[in-house]
């Protein structure tokens, strides 16, 4: 059972630095594809950024939106997912989702539906 619990969210100034975390407790996600997800107040939820299982390795894909500011990782011994959010902006802010999934591939990993379990959620909030 994939159990998801994020942390590392909170207020920051703009141009400052958050990472979020994403445990899996259940620790057998580890050949899942990951993804950090956010949804803002009146928005669909998107895609930030994937880690993608491949056959010996994980590979990364941003939304052009973050792309350069912020970096997903994985440590494998601690079953964790990090997405390390620099140079932030007020168009960040929003509540950040982490999300597992089995059949999910570089074309559709932005996809939430492909996705099959999901954290609770951790808000990130960047002012001017």
């Known amino acids: 059972q994939v159990q998801l619990v994020e942390s590392g969210g909170g207020s920051v100034q703009a141009g400052g630095s958050l990472k979020l975390s994403c445990a899996d407790s259940?620790?057998?996600?580890?050949?899942?594809?990951m993804a950090w997800f956010r949804q803002a107040p009146g928005k669909e939820r998107e895609g930030v950024a994937g880690?993608?299982?491949?056959?010996?390795?994980?590979?990364?894909y941003y939304a052009d939106s973050v792309k350069g500011r912020f970096s997903i990782s994985r440590d494998i011994s601690k079953n964790t997912v990090y997405l390390q959010m620099n140079s932030l902006k007020p168009e960040d802010t929003a509540m950040y989702y982490c999300?597992?999934?089995?059949?999910?591939?570089?074309?559709?990993?932005?996809?939430?539906?492909?996705?099959?379990?999901w954290g609770q959620g951790t808000q990130v909030t960047v002012s001017s």
């Open positions: 999300a597992a999934g089995v059949s999910v591939n570089g074309a559709n990993w932005y996809q939430a539906p492909q996705y099959t379990y």
């Open positions: 259940g620790y057998t996600s580890i050949r899942f594809t």
């Open positions: 880690s993608v299982t491949g056959r010996y390795t994980y590979y990364q």
